[in-house]
């Protein structure tokens, strides 16, 4: 069975990928591979080794939002097989090693609060350039207009 | 999802996203709109004035590109419907004001340069960043069809 693989990396942004990958899934009959990448940013490490403590509140932060998205998928796509995969990493290139043998891959553009155009972010960028799959980048706009295709089919 | 639009250069990228389109399009029942746009580079607008025929021969260029996509959807996906498009001026940019108006825009990834260059690389990015629907990007590499 081919997989389409959905990043999950936010609340908003897994949201809208799920929505993508589980109505293709279920048309194509394909399992979804949902993908939480996690790391404890630099800013935070400071140069330093952080505790133990905000390496497991980062997983468990990748953990629920996952959790989110299962239910998410579950609710879209009853029929469609759902694998979870948490890993730690650099958001952008494990995602690809993680969807390496995927047929499809979705990813959501990040909003960029204080930024009035939305611009595709770093770790979008970065899964555009180097995914040897196609590609489905889903553009987060205002509440209303994110799903122009919504019950039409 | 109704309508699907697609980037159409004449490269292996655009060609490759013409076949995904045409999949797509057959698995939701949707039309396949094609996009081929042109315009004189600066470098030939530099030197004055342009002849008229110029610009037709570049609107006929983009012309023989929509044919030829449109006769590959058919040939993948004969019961899709196809519409063909043309736009005067950036590629980019024109594809970027058609997502206002589809559901899924499918670009290659790799140019090939020359008349309508810059189509899907900065392009993808451009449109990736700016499309009002979900985009995907096809990749193409050489030699590894």
């Given at each position: 069975m081919d997989t389409i693989a959905v990043l999950i990396n936010g609340s908003e942004e897994a949201a809208a990928s799920i929505e993508f990958g589980a109505r293709e899934a279920a048309l194509r009959h394909c399992a979804l591979r949902l993908v939480a990448v996690w790391e404890v940013p630099a800013s935070i490490l400071g140069g330093g080794?952080?505790?133990?403590?905000?390496?497991?509140?980062?997983?468990?932060?990748?953990?629920?939002?996952?959790?989110?998205?299962?239910?998410?998928?579950?609710?879209?796509?009853?029929?469609?097989?759902?694998?979870?995969r948490v890993v730690k990493g650099q958001p952008g290139p494990a995602f690809i090693e993680e969807s390496r043998d995927a047929t499809l891959i979705v990813a959501a553009r990040r909003r960029h609060p204080g930024i009035k155009e939305l611009v595709m972010g770093s770790i979008s960028k970065h899964i555009v350039s180097h995914a040897e799959r196609p590609v489905v980048v889903i553009p987060l706009l205002g509440r209303g207009q994110s799903s122009r295709s919504e019950g039409s089919e | 999802m109704k309508t699907i639009l697609v980037g159409v250069d004449g490269s292996p990228g655009a060609d490759k996203a013409v076949e995904f389109a045409a999949r797509e399009a057959a698995a939701h029942g949707a039309v396949v709109r094609l996009l081929a746009a042109w315009e004189v580079p600066a470098s030939v607008l530099s030197g004055g004035g342009v002849p008229l025929e110029l610009y037709k021969?570049?609107?006929?260029?983009?012309?023989?590109?929509?044919?030829?996509?449109?006769?590959?959807?058919?040939?993948?996906?004969?019961?899709?419907?196809?519409?063909?498009?043309?736009?005067?001026?950036?590629?980019?940019?024109?594809?970027?004001?058609?997502t206002a108006d589809a559901d899924l825009v499918v670009i290659g990834r790799r140019g090939h340069g020359g008349f309508t260059e810059l189509l899907l690389g900065s392009i993808s990015h451009q449109v990736a960043d700016h499309s009002k629907c979900p985009v995907v990007i096809v990749p193409w590499e050489k030699g590894r069809d």
């Amino acid at each position: 069975m081919d997989t389409i693989a959905v990043l999950i990396n936010g609340s908003e942004e897994a949201a809208a990928s799920i929505e993508f990958g589980a109505r293709e899934a279920a048309l194509r009959h394909c399992a979804l591979r949902l993908v939480a990448v996690w790391e404890v940013p630099a800013s935070i490490l400071g140069g330093g080794v952080a505790g133990q403590e905000v390496y497991d509140e980062f997983r468990e932060t990748a953990e629920s939002l996952m959790a989110e998205a299962v239910a998410k998928a579950a609710e879209l796509a009853p029929d469609v097989p759902v694998e979870t995969r948490v890993v730690k990493g650099q958001p952008g290139p494990a995602f690809i090693e993680e969807s390496r043998d995927a047929t499809l891959i979705v990813a959501a553009r990040r909003r960029h609060p204080g930024i009035k155009e939305l611009v595709m972010g770093s770790i979008s960028k970065h899964i555009v350039s180097h995914a040897e799959r196609p590609v489905v980048v889903i553009p987060l706009l205002g509440r209303g207009q994110s799903s122009r295709s919504e019950g039409s089919e | 999802m109704k309508t699907i639009l697609v980037g159409v250069d004449g490269s292996p990228g655009a060609d490759k996203a013409v076949e995904f389109a045409a999949r797509e399009a057959a698995a939701h029942g949707a039309v396949v709109r094609l996009l081929a746009a042109w315009e004189v580079p600066a470098s030939v607008l530099s030197g004055g004035g342009v002849p008229l025929e110029l610009y037709k021969n570049f609107e006929a260029e983009a012309q023989s590109l929509l044919t030829a996509a449109a006769a590959r959807v058919r040939e993948l996906e004969p019961s899709v419907q196809v519409e063909q498009r043309t736009a005067e001026g950036h590629a980019g940019n024109a594809l970027v004001d058609a997502t206002a108006d589809a559901d899924l825009v499918v670009i290659g990834r790799r140019g090939h340069g020359g008349f309508t260059e810059l189509l899907l690389g900065s392009i993808s990015h451009q449109v990736a960043d700016h499309s009002k629907c979900p985009v995907v990007i096809v990749p193409w590499e050489k030699g590894r069809d």
